[in-house]
């Protein structure tokens, strides 16, 4: 079997037109960011002629050539899906083994346009551009993540993404070229290449998605419980009390992020057991803000706080006992997590929850002062009420924000660790380990490398893209 290229059959028609039109979108870029200095964009005004300038010409070139762009994307990934195999280029080939995650895409989004105007704020979103740009990276990657190796639905699985094992070392298969066919298997390729190793660098790429969006989101989504728990009381009771906790919250700040990630992960910090008492500590704050959330809310009905109240007591102890100590009165062992993987969750929550916590502090200052918070104060509400279910309500757009923000600050975080070599496991696909294994070799084989580097990008600017959507939406609220 011969190399595979990387557009196949498709690329004689579909390469000259999105050449012209990638060349022409970074021309017109630049060319806006020269003549911005010179002229604005034109402006309607109601009852006025509006004069065009050359930067509304090259705003609409720009779009044109980004459209072209985007739909010579989308005709690779349908004829990818349809044109026959032995026609099929790299990106063809890749197109077909993510044809799960396309249609997973379709439907969600299908769903999501269909009931948008009930969805709240997520379904502003789907109005606007960018937030939309990101909303699809992002989900890709979910939907990659959870179907690498195939979800099985009764008698139903979808077929796995990844073509090879993530650690499958296949002989002669070292350091490959993207396309080249398995040694000794008919129909079977390393679509990007094989690293330093003999294993498919398109499967562990795929696989090391999990690795991120199984601990940033999670991690952030405690962060925020911890901040939250301890910022509501501390921007609203002043005093004392938001004395202490401010000092606190500086002293962690105070130390380099990095620096800070690099010392809880270490292995002799590990020894001295100082994560798993962080854990013990930092893991209760959800059952506390749960436990208040609902007391404050259901004080006046007994009868409803106490089956609330006990059902997720059960279900909030059974969770931390897991993943602070590992340990499991049912058996299950569905809520565990081992050392490595605790040491890296903790040390993100710890580092990010001070951050969090000044966050929702300055947001308490300003939202106490409203009226409805003083009408709250008037009809007698107790203050947990007010601050969980009157202040932190009118407080959810900038913390939505902020909490797509920060998975991408996590992520890269991660990376660096994984870069580090102080990821998950030595053999972990996860994408900063990789890049480090890839560098080594930087200067004769790019794809090692820049393949994870490109997926951590592409994550990182749809959370950031899927931020600013958000950002834009929530304001106009």
């Not at 000259?16 to 630049?30: E, G, K, Q």
């Not at 993943?323 to 040390?347: E, R």
Request: hydrophobic share 55%.
């Amino acid at each position: 079997m011969e190399q595979l290229d990387w557009t196949g059959s498709l690329g004689t028609f579909l390469d000259p037109i999105l050449i012209i039109a990638a060349a022409a979108l970074l021309i017109t870029f630049v060319a806006q960011m020269v003549t911005s200095f010179i002229w604005t964009p034109s402006v309607e005004t109601f009852g006025a002629p509006v004069k065009r300038n050359p930067t509304d010409i090259l705003l609409l070139i720009g779009q044109i050539a980004l459209f072209t762009v985007m739909l010579g994307v989308l005709a690779y990934i349908i004829g990818g899906n349809l044109v026959a195999t032995e026609s099929k280029g790299i990106i063809e080939r890749i197109a077909t083994q993510l044809r799960p995650v396309w249609i997973g895409m379709a439907l969600i989004f299908a769903l999501s346009f269909l009931f948008k105007k009930r969805l709240g704020l997520y379904g502003k979103i789907l109005d606007n551009k960018l937030g939309l740009i990101g909303l699809g990276i992002v989900l890709f990657w979910v939907l990659a993540a959870i179907l690498a190796t195939g979800v099985c639905v009764g008698e139903y699985c979808t077929t796995p993404i990844v073509t090879h094992d993530e650690l499958q070392q296949l002989s002669g298969m070292k350091n490959k070229k993207p396309g080249w066919p398995v040694s000794g298997v008919e129909g079977e390729y390393f679509l990007l290449g094989g690293d330093k190793l003999a294993r498919d660098v398109f499967s562990r790429v795929i696989i090391g998605s999990r690795t991120v969006l199984s601990i940033a989101p999670a991690a952030t989504l405690f962060a925020f419980m911890v901040g939250i728990t301890l910022g509501l009381p501390a921007g609203y009771f002043t005093g004392k009390l938001d004395t202490i906790l401010t000092f606190i919250a500086n002293l962690v700040l105070a130390f380099p992020v990095i620096l800070l990630f690099y010392l809880l992960v270490t292995k002799d910090i590990v020894k001295t057991g100082i994560p798993m008492y962080l854990a013990a500590v930092l893991f209760i704050f959800p059952l506390i803000f749960i436990a208040v959330l609902l007391t404050s809310r259901f004080k006046t009905r007994p009868g409803e706080l106490a089956l609330y109240l006990g059902v997720s007591m059960v279900l909030g102890f059974w969770v931390y006992l897991g993943l602070a100590f590992s340990y499991d009165p049912f058996g299950l062992n569905l809520f565990s997590m081992d050392p490595n993987t605790l040491n890296i969750f903790v040390s993100v929550v710890f580092v990010n929850a001070p951050t969090v916590f000044r966050i929702v502090r300055g947001l308490v200052f300003d939202i106490k002062t409203r009226d409805y918070v003083a009408a709250a104060q008037t009809r007698g509400e107790s203050p947990w009420y007010i601050m969980l279910w009157e202040i932190l309500p009118n407080a959810r757009g900038p913390l939505i924000v902020d909490f797509c923000l920060r998975i991408g600050y996590v992520t890269i975080l991660l990376g660096t660790l994984g870069f580090f070599g102080l990821g998950i496991s030595s053999e972990s696909p996860d994408w900063g380990m990789t890049i480090n294994e890839g560098r080594k070799l930087l200067s004769v084989y790019l794809h090692p490398a820049l393949t994870p580097a490109i997926a951590l990008m592409s994550l990182v600017l749809g959370l950031n893209f899927l931020a600013d959507g958000l950002r834009e939406e929530s304001l106009r609220d």
